[in-house]
């Protein structure tokens, strides 16, 4: 029997947040009843234009598309001003973050990231065997804002990338484009890969623009977030040409089909949608944190400015899986802290906005548990 390399001898593997369909025959609730707020999705569905488009190419199957996904890089690139080849496509960010692991950290090298973060940036440098190192202390434990100074202190001569992902996830905390600037220069040997996949939440533009005046950064997006297209799988980089250039001869060749490209290009013109989605998310966290003053027990961690928010458990007799599995029989998916995000153990849960009656399902659940 062949074996894999040695850091695949026990895999660990991304825990997704659980399905409406899991939940309802478990429990017996009816699918319309179920609140999911584990998985960050678009509370209005898919983008219509970009629906549209993807059934208008339905008898084109037959053809192979551009293996660089041509008519989207160059959509995207005159969308937020680059040139098509520095531009990147991939199926969702997660696509490109695995490129960036192999072609940017040489084996054994050190991939530096906030902890607690996204888990696929340490599950993919364990599985290439490369070093994650999640600095912790970097955290805030009131604010769970990232503390740039430390995070940068802790960057090596080794560190070959550096992620930073704004607004951050668990947390949704924010970083000024003067901290992000600071992280970037003080990494000259070092990719710095900025993570914007909620940037449309903050109401800003974020900061795209950086990406043509540095020479060590890329800035990742994604469609599956304010586009609602996470089931078609779309995310893309945009970096100098060297760096794009790099990451095309690690991609899978035809990684990007028909419908991802014709989709990908319509949802960026669907301003409606995007501008809906992202008006909705802002009035539900406002209206979901004055909900919060209602409960003694839980506390909002305050400053997000994404679709999530982390919920801190204020009462020393639970902990976070006890109260998960109490919101899943009361038909709230949320994501328990300690199984979810390594390093924030059990005092945490993170929870979606999403519509105002799936966050009065959140609180009721809350006021409710034993
Ligand atoms: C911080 C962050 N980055 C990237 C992604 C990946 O998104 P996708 O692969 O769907 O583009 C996610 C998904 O949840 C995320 O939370």
Known sequence: MQHAHAGLENPEYYVPGLPVDYVASRYGIPQSEIAKLGSAENPHG???????????????????????????REKIASTYGFQAEEVICGAGETEILSLITRAFCPPGDKIQMPGPCFPIYHLFAEAEGRTPVLVHSATNPETMALEVDT??????????????????????????EAEVRRIIEASPNALVVLDEAYVHYSDTEGYIHLASEYQNLAVLRTFSKAFGLAGLRIGFGVASKQIINALLAVKPTW????????????????????????????????????RFGELDRFRMVEGSRSNFFLIEILDPDTDSTKVFEGLLERGVIVKDGSVSFRGLQDRFLRSDVNLK??????????????
């Open 151 to 176: 995070y940068i202190n802790a960057i090596d001569e080794d560190t070959r990338v550096v992620y930073v992902t704004n607004p951050h996830s668990p947390s949704g905390t924010w970083l000024t």
């Open 357 to 370: 009656p799936h966050m009065d399902r959140l609180i009721d659940a809350l006021a409710d548990l034993p």
């Open 46 to 72: 898919t983008s219509p234009l970009a629906k549209t488009a993807v059934e208008a190419c339905l008898n084109d199957l037959h053809l192979y598309p551009s293996w660089t996904a041509d008519p989207l």
């Open 255 to 290: 990684n990007m089909g028909q419908l991802q490209i014709a989709g990908g290009i319509a949802a960026l013109d669907d301003h409606a949608h995007v501008e809906r989605t992202v008006q909705t998310i802002i009035e539900n966290r406002d209206y979901v944190q004055n």
